[in-house]
T-cell receptor
């Protein structure tokens, strides 16, 4: 069965500090991996996906198949990055089901 | 129009009431989803429609009944709900089914069952 683990429920950093939100997955095949973000009072939205290898709002995430991880990183956190972040997995070639981790609430302090 | 809209924003209903949630998108997306989200928890998938046909039902109780009248609309009919069904109900859509596609989420309907 597919599973996504985000070990940190809460993460607090200071503005300008590096931030890393951890995501580990369990899936026997090749997954599609995503990071979704939910800012306060806003709808859930896609931040980035591993297949596009983009940097969005300064965030990057690299798929490490050996460690089955897809950690989200930003070198210099900003206050506006404060939000709930969900790592999500979609089995490649599988059904339409997106499996979410439990989420990490990031707070960036001034 | 690049948004998923949901109505109503808030809904309070008694356990004997019948109500419906509505979701609409005009992006030409062919897959639509209902999720349930409890406070401080991730969204839980309830139903998936692909090309207007129900393709996934995550063992949701029959008091929740989805309907897809056309490719732009998705309804969730509610009947005889329980207080534990109180949650934020999210609708999402994607251009197609499968993992290549981003899901676009609506703002949700906040449901309270009294």
């Amino acid at each position: 069965a597919q599973r996504v683990t985000q070990p940190e429920k809460l993460l607090s950093v200071f503005k300008g500090a590096p931030v890393e939100l951890k995501c580990n997955y369990s899936y026997s095949g090749s997954p599609e991996l995503f990071w979704y973000v939910q800012y306060s009072r806003q709808r859930l939205q896609l931040l980035l996906r591993h297949i596009s290898r983009e940097s969005i709002k300064g965030f990057t995430a690299d798929l490490n198949k050996g460690e089955t991880s897809f950690h989200l990183k930003k070198p210099f956190a900003q206050e506006e990055d404060s939000a709930m972040y969900y790592c999500a997995l979609h089995p490649k070639g599988g059904s339409e089901k997106l499996v979410f981790g439990k989420g990490t609430k990031l707070t960036v302090n001034p | 129009d690049t948004e998923v809209t949901q109505t109503p924003k808030h809904l309070v209903m008694g356990m004997t009431n019948k109500k419906s949630l509505k979701c609409e998108q005009h992006m030409g997306h062919r897959a639509m989803y209902w999720y349930k989200q409890k406070a401080k928890k991730p969204p839980e998938l309830m139903f998936v429609y692909s090309y207007e046909k129900l393709s996934i039902n995550e063992s949701v109780p029959s008091r929740f009944s989805p309907e897809c009248p056309n490719s732009s609309l998705l309804n969730l009919h509610l009947h005889a709900l329980q207080p534990e069904d109180s949650a934020l109900y999210l609708c999402a859509s994607s251009p197609g089914s499968g993992g290549l596609y981003e899901q676009y989420f609506g703002p949700g309907t906040r449901l309270t069952v009294t």
